[in-house]
Every structure is written in structure tokens, then in C-alpha cells.
């Protein structure tokens, strides 16, 4: 499975953007989907996950209520709205897709990885 995020970019505080995760394959479908980032100097940290059926969500808490994880699985893609964004969360965000359906924050229950796209909120 390849996984092609899109959508990254450079915003001021408060704009909003929206990445776009594409699997190359059906087999995502029946897997969660989720995002990570990583900002310099950082390890990478969960944001987001989506169940396969889209059922339930998590977030990690400092972006609950500002973003929003969303799924088309005939698509076989993922989205990431993110809104009043802040320079915090400057990094580059990557999408995966999940070892089964329900949802985790582990990066080790996350089997295939995108590679990247860059989010910078300047102020």
C-alpha cells in the first residue's frame, strides 16, 4: 500500500487547511486510518485516527475542536481539516493506515506510512 498526502503549506495563525491522505490500494478500507506529525527536534505524535467504518475518532488534546479526521472509503482516502491553526502545530504530518479497524494512538499499531507533507504556521 502507498499512501500520497497532499495539502500542507505554509498558513498564518488562525487559517485553516485541509490534507488529503490517498491509499493506493482497497485494503485500507477496512483498516483505520490516522495522522502523525513530527515538528523539529520532536519525535513523532499521534494527532488523529478514524476507525474503518468511520465509526468513532480520537484526537490527541491539543487539537480537539480544531481539527476534524474524516474518511471516504471508496476513495480510500483520509482528511485532516484543521482549523484555527497555531504555530504549535508547525511539522511535518504523516498519514497511515492502521494493523485493523478500531482505532489506536500507537504508532506501532500503525502498519504503512505516507511520506510526509509540511504544515508551517507563521505568526
Known amino acids: 500500500v502507498q499512501l500520497q498526502a497532499s495539502g500542507g503549506g505554509l498558513v498564518q495563525v488562525g487559517g485553516s487547511l485541509r490534507l488529503s491522505c490517498a491509499a493506493s490500494?482497497?485494503?485500507?478500507?477496512?483498516?483505520?486510518m490516522g495522522w502523525f506529525r513530527q515538528a523539529p527536534g520532536k519525535e513523532r505524535e499521534f494527532v488523529a485516527v478514524i476507525a474503518f467504518n468511520g465509526g468513532s475518532t480520537l484526537y490527541t488534546d491539543s487539537v480537539k475542536g480544531r481539527f476534524t479526521i474524516s474518511r471516504d472509503r471508496a476513495k480510500n482516502t483520509v482528511y485532516l481539516q484543521m482549523n484555527n491553526l497555531m504555530p504549535e502545530d508547525t511539522a511535518v504530518y504523516y498519514c497511515?493506515?492502521?494493523?485493523?479497524?478500531?482505532?489506536?494512538?500507537?504508532?506501532?499499531?500503525?502498519?504503512?506510512w505516507g511520506q510526509g507533507t509540511q504544515v508551517t504556521v507563521s505568526s
Open positions: 490500494r482497497r485494503t485500507s478500507s477496512n483498516n483505520a
Open positions: 497511515a493506515v492502521g494493523l485493523g479497524g478500531r482505532v489506536s494512538t500507537h504508532m506501532a499499531d500503525f502498519r504503512y
